[in-house]
């Protein structure tokens, strides 16, 4: 049985796009046009991600499985499903989403991530049961062991980056550092930096990315998540201190209004103090609705968001 995974260089070609009409008009109730980034026909999965927006697959947790159902999609469905219904291209690749690690099934996926012009960016290593930084060394070494083979994965498919996932516990540092850095010197030999997300112990703390950004010190740089923030007050600060040194952020809403209102944190608030600090992009969305049609209708107002705020920011 087949199950899911990704891909990040692609050879691609114009793609017909719809239009989104009706959710343009849910979206805002004036008309306006947003620039698009072109289709490139060549990625440079480090450079020319400058302004592209995206989707991370958590967000498709209750539609994205490996035996689709009614209004149900596979891994192989979404990168047509994000040109054709979504019209973004990035995609920011959970473990669970991806399922077997199969040189043929990477072969697949990435094949449908080339065809679509699609590119992945990040592997999220979310296996349960997994502790790198247990004082048991063999604790230890069976997790770095699972992450190595993830590493592998995201190698295989072209994916430039991978994030360990943060434990709820404060860890040792030195072994956490210790864990990180193996990880980091296993990665620069695979193509693959390691990415630090503000999560569980670190969201307290508005340093803490760029605080094991520094311990590391080696082949590693921020991904700030905009909703992992112990309050706002941290939450603000925490962006300003880590978007200098990121190179993808998951840019997260929560539960949104009719109109797109999200009344939890401000998140133009969140995207100015990224474009402030000299942030990008690409942005990842992460955003989940039981209802696939309301989750796709509230993407795109997203989606359409970002585009008027990265406009207005260049002044376009």
Not at 192 to 217: F, G, H, T
Not at 302 to 311: A, C, S
């Amino acid at each position: 049985m087949h199950k899911q995974t990704n891909s990040v260089t692609a050879e691609s070609s114009p793609i017909a796009r719809r239009t989104f009409l009706a959710t343009a008009a849910v979206a805002c109730s004036s008309a306006r046009t947003f620039a698009k980034p072109p289709l490139k026909k060549s990625i440079d999965r480090l450079g020319s991600l400058r302004d592209e927006l995206g989707i991370t697959t958590s967000s498709f947790s209750r539609h994205l499985v490996a035996r689709p159902g009614d209004k149900q999609f596979s891994l192989i469905d979404l990168p047509r499903i994000m040109r054709d219904d979504l019209d973004m291209r990035v995609i920011d690749l959970n473990t669970s989403s991806l399922g077997e690690t199969s040189p043929a099934w990477l072969d697949t996926v990435r094949k449908a991530v080339d065809k679509a012009g699609c590119v992945m960016i990040n592997l999220k290593m979310n296996q349960k049961g997994l502790d790198m930084n247990s004082s048991d060394r063999d604790v230890r070494n069976k997790a770095l062991t699972v992450y190595k083979k993830s590493i592998d994965a995201a190698s295989h498919l072209g994916i430039p980056w991978a994030r360990p996932l943060p434990l709820k516990p404060t860890p040792d540092m030195k072994i956490h550092v210790d864990s990180y850095r193996e990880l980091a010197d296993y990665g620069a030999g695979k193509n693959v930096r390691m990415l630090v997300e503000n999560y569980a112990w670190m969201e307290s703390d508005p340093q803490s990315v760029v605080k094991l950004i520094a311990a590391i010190d080696r082949n590693v740089a921020a991904c700030p998540d905009t909703g992992n923030w112990a309050d706002n007050k941290t939450r603000y600060a925490g962006l300003a201190a880590s978007f200098p040194q990121a190179v993808t952020c998951d840019f997260k809403a929560k539960t949104l209004s009719k109109t797109g209102e999200h009344g939890l944190y401000d998140l133009k608030k969140c995207f100015d103090i990224g474009s402030a600090a000299g942030f990008r992009g690409p942005w990842c969305l992460e955003h989940a609705n039981a209802d696939r049609d309301v989750l796709f209708r509230e993407l795109a107002m997203l989606r359409d968001m970002l585009r008027g705020w990265i406009n207005d920011a260049a002044g376009r």
